[in-house]
């Protein structure tokens, strides 16, 4: 029998080399959603042990758009390192990346730590500020196709971030228009409303979600809400800018 440390070291060495590989549940058909989480760890554990830094956490499929275009219906998390943020303004290798998509989130800082069944009231009162964000995704799997458990040990499909400029707490995302751009020609229209009807409860699942896996948001943890529209895919060339209203630009070129 495979065991979870070996699946986490596939993925783990799908993600630092950059090749696609086959679904983890053709192999292990009954894959649970429990041990997909478990493979998550260790992947990350793997990548603490070379030094990367914990940075946080990322909800995953917390929009209508992002479950329809990957045909999995259900919230999911994964786990952010230093090693996958980027400098906003800056550029990304295509080269680091087996397919890898684009999509505009909100990001929250937490101040305060923040776990289990809280309040949108409390868990904003633990927020530092909150940011217009960028994440990149890129399953490592073959031809971006993946159930359920298979993205989940795969970290959610997370690989990259970018994050713009921080807003105090208070200011309203609930519903904030966003306008993606690709060499100035638009490619997604959104708005933050569509994460789940408002961030923040994005940020109460986050809470309730790490909890479960005995966890919580740290300070200095950021948080990201999930993506507002479909992901968009990355090729060499391509300058993105994403525009949120009231929040600012994040924008990134795309190198070889
Ligand atoms: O919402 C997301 O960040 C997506 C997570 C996994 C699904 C995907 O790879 O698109
Ligand atoms: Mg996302």
């Known amino acids: 029998m495979t065991s979870l440390a070996a699946l986490a070291a596939i993925v783990d060495e799908a993600a630092s080399s950059a090749t696609a590989v086959?679904?983890?549940t053709e192999t292990i058909t009954d894959l649970s959603v429990d041990d997909a989480y478990a493979v998550q760890a260790l992947s990350i554990a793997r990548r603490r042990a070379r030094g990367e830094r914990r940075a946080g956490y990322k909800m995953g499929l917390t929009s209508r758009a992002k479950m329809q275009q990957v045909g999995?219906?259900?919230i999911i998390w994964g786990r952010l390192t230093d090693a996958m943020r980027l400098t906003e303004g800056g550029e990304l290798s295509r080269a680091r990346y087996v397919h890898p998509r684009v999509e505009p989130e909100i990001a929250y800082i937490i101040g305060r730590p923040l776990a289990g069944e809280v309040s949108a009231a409390e868990a904003l009162a633990a927020v530092e500020a909150i940011a217009p964000a960028l994440e990149i995704i890129d399953s490592r799997y073959r031809d971006f196709k993946f159930?359920?458990?298979d993205v989940i040990a795969d970290n959610s499909s997370s690989s990259g971030f970018f994050v713009g400029s921080w807003a105090r707490p208070s200011a309203d995302v609930s519903n904030l228009g966003i306008?993606?751009?690709?060499?100035g020609r638009p490619v997604q229209i959104g708005s933050s409303a569509a994460i789940l009807g408002n961030p923040i409860r994005s940020l109460l699942a986050a809470a309730r979600?790490?909890?479960?896996?005995?966890?919580?948001l740290e300070p200095g943890d950021i948080v990201?809400?999930?993506?507002?529209t479909a992901a968009h895919p990355l090729t060499p060339g391509q300058h993105i800018r994403t525009t949120f209203q009231a929040l600012g630009i994040v924008a990134f070129t795309v190198i070889t």
């Open 147 to 149: 159930t359920l458990p």
């Open 72 to 74: 999995v219906s259900e």
């Open 22 to 24: 086959p679904q983890l």
């Open 209 to 216: 979600l790490v909890a479960r896996a005995g966890e919580r």
């Open 224 to 228: 990201l809400a999930g993506g507002a």
């Open 179 to 183: 306008l993606m751009e690709v060499d």
